[in-house]
């Protein structure tokens, strides 16, 4: 809606995601997928019109196999996909199966109520109410055949007829749960889209959590659903900010959260990464503000979320490095990154994390004024990521010994260069970790075999950090984003306080270890 290069009358249209400007800014940062909020045809909420707002997002949808018409048609829809394909980016839709948009019995009758109520939806109290575990007045009954039928109906044919290649599914506990409630691992709809021939070979995103009893799933779907990955998020955020302990915490994320995906077979691919999302702060917002300032959205700052983990850093400087040194955290990881638009540009809200109605400037990405440097910045960091197959394993690591050298394909190390001990892990003062990361132990060797790389995360303050034996090359610092790869042939770095460093080193050159 506001950059400057994409003309006015396509902006906030299928047609301004495929003009040249934004697929060449996608291309500059190294995106390899992009996910669009809701584009089924949606309706606007009765109380954000009485206030003169609008369903900015999306979450409302009444037709399940159509563009909404204010996005643009059918053609401008596949065309839109064609472009980004030809770019190399795929393309990934956020869908709402878990509700529709007729809202609680006071709703409008617009959709599946007019067409068999009692089927479409899951009803209490004798059929007088609707059970709302989405928190949207009502929940669909996924559980009902034809209901099922919908569904996957209409998946197919936004991948057969639209093009997309895969879906985040908003709220997916809801998909799992039976006519009685109880969410089921492999139930009536996740297992219809796991035995689908076209279904199962696109990507399949869940957002493992609804609001009703034991709506909490994380880690509990199935090959091949990836999942957001919250306890990524939380875990980062604390430990950037400095919370009391929060190095173990730090150290399960960055390894993949191999203690919540690692099972039944799944890839260390499973969890889905992010710091920042649209629903919640921007990034900026993440470090700029201590609480939420949703004052517009004619609620009293009641909605949104509390737990943040935020704080109001107090200059640029310091905002800066602390942005830097978290999407490095992001792009290091072990996982798949998900990175919220805007963010690579410096993207405010104002403050307010819950931007769902705000379709104006506070809502809309604030291209003209992009921090170009942080743009550059984050495609540098994703650069580093496709060009070092170890940072982008599908084996989950473990520290157990390598075959092909005898070396532990994880080792988490102080600043001092020794090995952690239990004390180590239970220090709540530490702010420094440092991590030794090679091709996993698990497996054949992969592409990953040759590589080893070691990351320092610093929260505290500027501090020394020994190397292991070896020669390194400094490939990135936070502190310095300008700095260029070179030999670093000395034994000791000094990081700067807030800030990332990585070095990689050739596994080629190493002497197996006792």
Not at 58 to 85: K, N
Not at 236 to 254: K, S, T
Request: hydrophobic share 40%; glycine share 8%.
């Amino acid at each position: 809606m506001q950059h400057p290069e994409v003309p006015v009358a396509l902006r906030g249209t299928f047609d301004a995601i495929a003009a040249p400007p934004i697929i060449a800014h996608l291309k500059r940062l190294g995106v390899t997928a992009l996910e669009l909020l809701p584009v089924f045809a949606f309706i606007d909420d009765r109380f954000l019109v009485e206030k003169g707002l609008r369903n900015y997002w999306g979450y409302q949808p009444i037709g399940f196999m159509a563009p909404d018409p204010r996005y643009g048609r059918r053609e401008s829809f596949r065309t839109m996909v064609r472009a980004l394909h030809a770019a190399g980016i795929e393309v990934i839709l956020d869908v709402v199966f878990n509700h529709a948009g007729e809202g609680d019995g006071a709703g409008p009758t617009v959709s599946l109520r007019g067409i068999d109520n009692a089927s479409y939806y899951r009803l209490c109290e004798g059929g007088r109410s609707y059970v709302n575990d989405t928190g949207t007045g009502n929940t669909l009954n996924l559980a009902h055949p034809m209901v099922l039928r919908l569904v996957t109906d209409s998946l197919r044919h936004w991948v057969e007829e639209m093009g997309v290649d895969g879906f985040r599914f908003d709220l997916a506990t809801t998909l799992g749960r039976a006519s009685t409630g109880e969410f089921k691992e492999l139930a009536s709809l996740i297992s219809a889209i796991r035995q689908d021939p076209v279904l199962a070979a696109v990507k399949l995103i869940a957002e493992p959590w609804d609001i009703g009893p034991g709506g909490y799933r994380l880690g509990a779907f199935p090959y091949p659903f990836t999942e957001w990955n919250d306890r990524f998020r939380d875990g980062v955020r604390q430990f950037w900010r400095g919370d009391a302990g929060q190095i173990p915490e730090l150290a399960r994320r960055v390894a993949g959260s191999a203690e919540i995906f690692d099972n039944r077979g799944r890839p260390a691919t499973t969890s889905v990464n992010f710091l920042t999302a649209h629903d919640g702060f921007t990034l900026h917002d993440l470090v700029s503000f201590d609480e939420k300032r949703n004052e517009a959205n004619g609620e009293n700052n009641r909605d949104g979320h509390n737990a943040n983990f935020s704080q109001a850093l107090p200059d640029d400087a310091a905002k800066t490095a602390r942005k830097r040194a978290m999407l490095a955290t992001l792009m290091i990881s072990q996982g798949v990154p998900m990175l919220l638009a805007g963010d690579e540009l410096g993207n405010s809200q104002g403050g307010n994390n819950n931007a769902y109605a705000q379709d104006n400037p506070i809502g809309w990405i604030d291209w003209p004024n992009a921090d170009d440097e942080l743009v550059a910045f984050v495609a540098r960091l994703v650069r580093l990521r496709r060009d070092h197959p170890v940072l982008r394993q599908t084996r989950f690591l473990h520290a157990k010994v390598r075959i092909q050298d005898g070396i532990r394909d994880l080792i988490w190390r102080l600043p001092s260069g020794t090995e952690l001990s239990s004390q180590d892990w239970h220090d709540a003062h530490s702010r420094c970790l440092c991590a030794e990361v090679r091709g996993a132990a698990e497996g054949p060797p992969g592409l990953a075999a040759q590589e080893a790389m070691f990351a320092v995360f610093n929260a505290g303050g500027s501090i020394e950090v020994h190397l292991p034996e070896g020669e390194w090359s400094l490939l990135v610092d936070t502190a310095n984003p300008e700095r260029p790869e070179a030999a670093h042939p000395a034994a000791v770095t000094c990081v700067a306080a807030q800030s990332v460093q990585l070095f990689i080193r050739s596994t080629a050159r190493q002497e197996p270890s006792s």
